[in-house]
């Protein structure tokens, strides 16, 4: 379960509302391009500016495409264990094939209250968890012990794995060779199939998504050097989409593409002018725009 290359894909919105027709046509060039599944309010889709009923919408949208080769996720990740659980009961039903759920941020829990969140949420619902960890945003970080409790309850079966240290990523491995492993960095992701691992949530597939099924495919058919090569664009991308704090430059660079509207919910803002000049340069190293 869940390998593969997953987009964290983008909301559009127009006029403060949430853009169906663009979004509708990012999820059907994402499966054109045989992306394995998308994730729907991550960090990436600005998430904390959503409400539910705009996640339902955009949900049941996404699952007019759903199929065995592309699978729906849904972020309902917060630092209330107690929210997380009611939000993924309301979705669980719906169709969707998992949930990513980041660890607790502010409130900064001890890896026993990091256990604790995540089998209650595991007990109390119904669906497949991936865990995300990522202690850049959520200033904590699930141990390594703690990862393999948790992968030992029967719903916990992935991890997002966001830190781009690659031995944290061969220990999970090593400990658990049978769990999904996904990265949560494009930056790194060769480095991270070549210590063992499954897949990634990507941010730079929802402007190449061809470019990263590539590099994963490539790799998996033992392929290094057509991977190595596709690598040198994706580590180009990476660059450009996270010289600002994402998702600002990724939404901005589907706006330079014509495929969404240049709209944000505060506190996010449009990019700087210097740094769009780099972003757009960069688009077009890579054949983009």
Do not use: W
Not at 79 to 87: A, D, F, M, Q
């Amino acid at each position: 379960m869940f390998k593969g290359v997953y987009t964290a894909i983008v909301t559009p919105f127009l006029n403060d509302v949430i853009d169906l027709v663009a979004f509708e046509k990012l999820v059907v060039e994402q499966k054109e391009n045989k992306i394995s599944g998308i994730v729907i309010s991550g960090t990436t889709g600005e998430s904390p500016n959503l409400t539910n009923e705009e996640k339902e919408v955009l949900v049941k949208l996404a699952l007019k495409y759903k199929s065995d080769d592309f699978e729906i996720i849904l972020g309902t990740g917060s630092n209330s264990t107690k929210s997380v659980i009611e939000e993924t009961k309301y979705f669980e039903n719906m169709g969707i094939d998992g949930v990513l759920l980041v660890t607790p941020y502010y409130n900064k829990p001890t890896q026993d209250g990091l256990f604790h969140h995540y089998k209650e949420i595991h007990d109390n619902t119904n669906i497949p968890i991936i865990l995300y960890n990522v202690p850049g945003r959520t200033s904590v970080s699930l141990s390594l012990d703690t990862i393999i409790k948790l992968a030992n309850l029967e719903r916990v079966v992935s991890i997002k794995e966001a830190t781009a240290d690659m031995l944290f990523a061969a220990e999970i491995r090593n400990a658990l060779p049978n769990f999904s492993l996904l990265s949560g960095d494009d930056g790194s992701f060769l480095s991270f199939l070549a210590i063992g691992g499954d897949g990634c949530i990507s941010v730079v597939s929802n402007v190449a998504p061809k470019l990263m099924v590539d590099l994963y495919n490539s790799y998996k058919d033992s392929k290094v050097k057509d991977a190595i090569k596709h690598n040198q664009f994706v580590v180009e991308l990476t660059k450009a989409l996270f010289l600002e704090t994402n998702p600002i430059p990724v939404k901005t660079a589907l706006v330079e593409m014509n495929k969404i509207s240049e709209e944000f919910r505060l506190p996010l803002t449009r990019m700087n002018e210097l740094n769009r000049r780099m972003l757009r340069m960069a688009l077009r190293r890579v054949g983009l725009f």
